[in-house]
């Protein structure tokens, strides 16, 4: 059996990892686009600010690692897919061969419409690459414009900050993370970092960046104008699968729509990760989820299903994700924006930056929102996940939202 | 054989101590909040729920890491976090069902239960055996249930 894997991140490698657990003499082959071994990005903010070096970076440590579970790791970047002969073109090399296909292309940044954005001067920051060039494009003062105050705008603002930025942050909705965090939430986070120094203007979008000097001018359209010797685009990011454009696999919204067994509409083409539509397990809806657990998540699954094909199926993944702003943290469950016909519970500490959210359905936690947390976070997936019933915990919960160990504790006495 | 933390609500009395040896073992210093042993305290029934990993099968948190930076220690069956490796992203402790991992702010690492490489401080510490440390025949997740089951007398009720 010929396994080959489109794509070297968490779920590539996860699902090699768990192909050869299964297989040990299936042909396993990872085709990933980048020189490095596979790699983190989830780590590059903590290569930023110089915690790690790029190994650190890297999702599995020792150099020989994937040679001793023999899986071939190949550099290069598929350009089209032939289903009847069963193979990926790669650019620039040969055709790849497979009889079970995974594509876990992840995604990539959107560049923004924005007259301006091709200039040297802006980045992203995505990979290595643009690791690299943003550490070397920040020294003590250099004035640096950061579109977007998503996800990946906020986890890098402190690595920005503590390289000597003097920084402009540049965020189209009303507040930050506005996909991740309720309004209460968001606009603490940037009162955070107001008063540690970052200028955040909040519906705001940027109009133009012109060259000016060495650097640019960025205008944004409340008519502002800002120097910058740098610009980083981090405006979200979009699924990686236009490489089968015009092929019979059915795409939704840019991804993969995928079945409950991991396939998308082409028999042995299965997707995971960011690239994947996939069920969401709150809702049983499908969409992209481009977090980490899910990219796991899904590898394991896609994994079991190439290996024998309806083995395991997917309920859906828990949406969740954890966020570190400048030191405040940041996290978010499921459905955190509630649902119709639901209660919800607050407790907000302003003047300490705390902050939590619960949502319910009748009497089971469907979501939630906290700021400032650090201890016992995770309870929140398994409340979730577990649709325990609270009973009369529901009210406790409702009257203290910090209470919820002692629920989880109490509520799983039903199972 | 591989022996697990077994707990057991009915004999905890609240004493604390499990925190402070888990503390003083693993920090060097008497401070509950840096426990990774943690009782829980139900006023209205007056019981006390010591917690903690259960190094459950499914591994939420290693699967999750993507560093690597977790992994099983094969004498112990205990779900370790290696420092050196760990960045502190913090997806474990979102990972994790049983909030049992959680991000100490001051290292800037997550911290979890490692059965103290297999002579658990708590279990030494523990005065009425509510915390033992025996041979392992249930899994984590059962073990869990076990006793979270015995956590609210009165749910059971209603």
């Known amino acids: ?415 | 054989m591989q022996r697990s933390l077994t707990i057991d609500p009915e004999k905890c009395t609240g004493c604390l101590q499990c925190e402070m040896a888990c503390s003083f073992e693993n920090e060097g210093n008497f401070n509950p909040a840096k426990s990774r042993i943690k009782v829980f305290t139900f006023h209205e029934e007056g019981r006390f729920v010591p917690y903690t990993c259960t190094q459950c099968d499914e591994a939420w948190c290693m699967q999750a890491c993507p560093v690597d930076a977790i992994k099983m220690n094969f004498t112990t069956g205990a779900m370790e976090v290696n420092e050196q490796t760990c960045v502190g992203c913090k997806v474990c402790t979102i990972a994790c069902p049983f909030g049992t991992v959680n991000y100490n702010v001051d290292t800037g690492k997550v911290v979890k239960c490692d059965l103290c490489g297999g002579d658990p401080a708590c279990a030494t510490a523990c005065p009425t055996q509510a915390i033992t440390y025996v041979d392992a025949s249930a899994t984590g997740l059962d073990k869990m249930r076990a006793w979270a089951s015995k956590t609210d007398n009165a749910q059971a009720t209603t």
């Open chain 1, 1 to 415: 059996m010929k396994h080959l894997i489109i794509g070297a991140g968490p779920a590539g490698v996860v699902a090699a990892e768990t192909l050869r657990k299964l297989d040990e003499n299936a042909s396993i082959t990872i085709l990933g686009d980048e020189p490095e071994p596979p790699y983190s990005r989830m780590a590059i903010p903590y290569l930023l600010i110089d915690n790690i070096d790029e190994q650190g970076t890297y999702l599995r440590k020792d150099q020989d690692y994937f040679k001793r579970q023999n899986i071939d790791v190949v550099v290069g970047r598929a350009e089209s897919l032939d289903p009847v002969n069963k193979t990926v073109k790669v650019a620039e090399g040969d055709s790849l061969p497979y009889d079970k296909l995974l594509v876990a292309t992840g995604s990539r940044p959107i560049k923004p419409p924005v007259p301006g954005i091709d200039h040297e001067k802006v980045t992203s920051c995505w990979t290595l690459e643009d690791a690299r060039k943003i550490t070397s494009g920040i020294q003590q003062g250099t004035p640096v414009v950061l579109i977007g105050a998503g996800f990946i705008g906020c986890i890098i603002l402190e690595a920005l900050v503590s390289a000597g930025a003097d920084l402009t942050v540049v965020e189209m909705g009303n507040r930050m993370v506005p996909r991740m965090l309720d309004e209460k939430c968001g606009s603490m986070l940037e009162a955070w970092c107001q008063n540690k120094g970052v200028n955040v203007m909040t519906s705001t979008t940027v109009t133009a960046i012109e060259p000016k000097g060495d650097g640019v001018l960025v205008k944004t359209s409340d008519g502002n104008e800002v120097e910058a010797e740098l610009v980083i685009s981090a405006a979200g990011v979009k699924p990686n699968a236009d490489f089968l454009e015009g092929s019979d696999v059915k795409l939704v919204d840019g991804g993969i729509e995928i079945d409950e067994f991991m396939q998308s509409s082409m028999d042995g083409v299965y997707a995971a990760g960011d690239v994947a539509y996939g069920r969401d397990f709150s809702t049983g809806e499908f969409g992209i989820q481009a977090i980490q657990p899910t990219a796991v998540d899904h590898a394991r699954l896609a994994a079991n299903n190439m290996h024998k094909h309806g083995s395991i199926r997917h309920r859906g993944s828990v949406l969740m994700n954890v966020l570190d702003t400048m030191g405040l943290i940041s996290a978010s469950y499921g459905q955190w924006e509630g649902v119709e016909g639901g209660d919800s519970a607050e407790l907000l500490d302003e003047n300490n930056f705390r902050y939590i959210q619960l949502q319910f359905d009748q009497d089971r936690l469907v979501g939630a929102n906290t700021l400032g947390m650090t201890q016992h976070v995770g309870v929140l997936r398994g409340l979730i996940q577990g649709k325990f019933h609270l009973g009369h915990w529901k009210q406790k919960l409702m009257n203290n939202p910090l209470l919820l160990m002692e629920a989880y504790l109490a509520a799983t006495q039903a199972s």
